[in-house]
């Protein structure tokens, strides 16, 4: 399975923009890159997925470089709620949530 | 709505006692999922159901038994609890289609001692 690497952790102060960097330099052409959070005593919820081009929904956006060798997840107005553990994984296009590896991700701390 | 639902909250057992942590999605889903994660880790797969009426081993199914009693109820049972087992335990769901998103429940917090 091709693998991330995201940094252990992250500030940021409230209100301002936070951008996530992820690095999957072994990802396939048919790999998608999903966005997970883990708020404090949590499951894990959802965030953003995408390919190719950059994504955008109500939480976040994700920009994907041309190579596909990394992408960044942007909150583009951080709040205290946004502190929690963001994951970024690669899921194979037919695959199953089977062969999603959920690594240790990056801690986000929000300052106020 | 409920979502993935996940009982008992927490528990504590004795080595060598015995449980079941249940888990019940209301979304129709096809496939569920469980996760174990310890302390400043990320999540390892235990078991998975593809679908009701199948399962299979995941990363670490060693010390677990599941079953998958219809389409909305996924359990996981320890048959002989040990300190190792001490963990968060999470269920997920997801619908058959590309990139469905994993649908979590908030967690059984488990200690053995």
């Known amino acids: 399975d091709a693998k991330t690497t995201q940094p252990n952790s992250m500030e940021s102060n409230e209100e301002e923009p936070v951008h996530l960097p992820c690095n999957h330099s072994t990802i396939s052409g048919t790999d998608y890159i999903h966005w997970y959070r883990q708020l404090p005593s949590q499951g894990p919820e959802y965030v953003i997925h995408?390919?190719?081009s950059n994504v955008n929904n109500r939480m976040a956006s994700l920009a994907i470089a041309e190579d596909r060798k990394s992408s960044t997840l942007i909150l583009h107005r951080a709040t205290l709620r946004d502190a929690a553990v963001y994951y970024c994984?690669?899921?194979?296009?037919?695959?199953?949530?089977?062969?999603?590896?959920f690594g240790s991700g990056t801690q986000l701390t929000v300052l106020p | 709505n409920a979502g993935v639902t996940q009982t008992p909250k927490f528990q504590v057992l004795k080595t060598g006692q015995s449980m079941t942590l249940q888990c019940a999605q209301d979304?129709?889903?096809?496939?569920m999922y469980w996760y174990r994660q310890d302390p400043g880790m990320g999540l390892r797969l235990i078991y998975y159901?593809?679908?009701?009426?199948?399962?299979d081993k995941g990363e670490v199914p060693n010390g677990y038994n599941v079953s998958r009693l219809n389409k909305r109820e996924f359990s996981l049972r320890l048959e002989s609890a040990a300190p190792s087992q001490t963990s968060v335990y999470f269920c997920?769901?997801?619908?058959?289609?590309?990139?469905?998103?994993?649908?979590f429940g908030n967690g059984t917090r488990l200690t053995v001692t």
């Open positions: 994984i690669l899921r194979a296009l037919q695959g199953s949530a089977r062969q999603l590896t």
């Open positions: 979304m129709n889903h096809n496939s």
């Open positions: 159901s593809a679908s009701e009426g199948t399962t």
């Open positions: 997920a769901s997801m619908t058959t289609g590309a990139n469905s998103p994993l649908h």
């Open positions: 995408g390919l190719t």
